[in-house]
């Protein structure tokens, strides 16, 4: 299995500001993902983010809002630019543990927007 | 368009009866996951299936992928079972699409 932590649980910004949400595993992974859930909603797929080359980003997500830092194997950062009350979700970094066909999730982090 | 399709949005159980969850999805899928969400939003993983049928205590789960579904049940519904069950499907690659969702509430 892996385990996933994020960091912070929670956080509350201003509009037009950044923040940064980091995740941590605690063993080496191929590809970490982001997921947004919005409130009472399913799971977005955000991006998927491999280490040593640019995030692949699905659509409706750009690396100028999203921009996706993925330095080792072990490490990611989301950072959510020019923060908007849309943008208020939870956000979620996955991996997959291929050997037990497994994905994990971190616990995710709960932003809001005011 | 919607690739997976899940229902029921919403269901209610007593303790001890059971139901079923389905995902009908528009194009091939790989492989499922179904996971449930608890009241702290944590996501927990009960199923990964390429095909056929995999039962764990009081869950089954079944996918289809000629016939594009996927099937949740579970009997002997429990309080702490009350959550947010989804099932996600892998399209290709580490590409994974979410349903959207059973709200299940499970009342004594």
């Known amino acids: 299995s892996v385990l996933l932590y994020q960091k912070p649980n929670r956080d509350i910004c201003q509009s037009g500001t950044s923040l940064k949400i980091q995740c941590v595993a605690d063993?080496?992974?191929?590809?970490m993902f982001w997921y947004q859930q919005f409130q009472e909603q399913s799971l977005m797929l955000m991006a998927t983010?491999?280490?040593?080359?640019?995030?692949?980003?699905e659509s409706g997500f750009t690396k100028d809002k999203f921009p996706i830092s993925r330095p080792n194997l072990t490490f990611s950062t989301l950072t959510v630019n020019n923060a908007r009350p849309g943008d208020s979700s939870i956000y979620f970094c996955?991996?997959?543990?291929?050997?037990?066909?497994?994905?994990?999730f971190g616990p995710g982090t709960r932003l809001t927007v005011l | 368009g919607d690739q997976v399709e899940q229902s029921p949005s919403a269901l209610s159980l007593h303790e001890g009866t059971g139901s079923a969850l389905r995902c009908n999805f528009t194009?091939?899928?790989?492989?499922v996951q179904w996971f449930q969400q608890n009241s702290r939003g944590s996501l927990i993983n009960l199923f990964y299936?390429?095909?056929g049928t995999k039962e764990n205590g009081r869950l089954k789960s079944t996918f289809n992928s000629k016939e594009s579904y996927s099937t949740l049940h579970i009997r002997d519904a429990q309080l702490e079972d009350s959550g947010t069950y989804f099932c996600?499907?892998?399209?290709?690659?580490?590409?994974?699409?979410f349903g959207s969702g059973t709200r299940l509430l499970v009342s004594p």
């Open positions: 194009t091939t899928m790989r492989a």
């Open positions: 996955s991996s997959w543990d291929w050997g037990d066909a497994e994905q994990f």
């Open positions: 996600a499907a892998e399209a290709g690659g580490y590409k994974v699409v």
């Open positions: 299936l390429a095909s």
């Open positions: 063993s080496q992974v191929v590809s």
């Open positions: 983010a491999n280490e040593g080359s640019e995030a692949t980003y």
